[in-house]
């Protein structure tokens, strides 16, 4: 799937958690997905807003967290382990560094 995102928007491929706990209890499929952290697969253009996302000064591959109820998420066709998240890049809250 190629999602390629308009304006000031970022496509974020979301990190998922473990469906199971450290001590062996599995987790529900609602408790996988909630985190806000991902990684940046698509920068848009950004084009039409004052502050430009290619001001932040962040680029395909890195790590990001975004608040918890920002942008659109979007099922990858192929496999449905993969969630994505179109967000705006003004939602972008920190990129995390290894």
């Known amino acids: 799937m190629t999602i390629k995102p ?7 491929r979301l990190a998922v958690k473990k469906n199971v706990s450290a ?3 599995i987790l529900s499929s609602e408790q996988k997905n909630e985190q806000s952290i991902g990684q940046i ?3 848009g253009g950004g084009i039409g807003e004052e ?5 932040l000064k962040i680029n395909i ?5 975004f608040g918890k ?8 066709e192929q496999d449905s382990e ?3 998240k179109i967000i ?6 920190a990129v995390i560094e290894n």
Not at 6 to 12: D, F
Request: proline share 0%; aromatic share 4%.
């Open 82 to 84: 993969i969630i994505y």
């Open 51 to 55: 502050e430009n996302v290619t001001e």
């Open 23 to 25: 001590s062996g209890i």
């Open 41 to 43: 697969i698509a920068i």
């Open 69 to 76: 109820y920002s942008g659109e998420e979007v099922a990858d």
């Open 6 to 12: 308009l304006g000031n928007r970022l496509v974020v």
């Open 61 to 65: 591959g890195d790590t990001v967290m």
């Open 88 to 93: 705006n890049g003004k939602d972008v809250l």
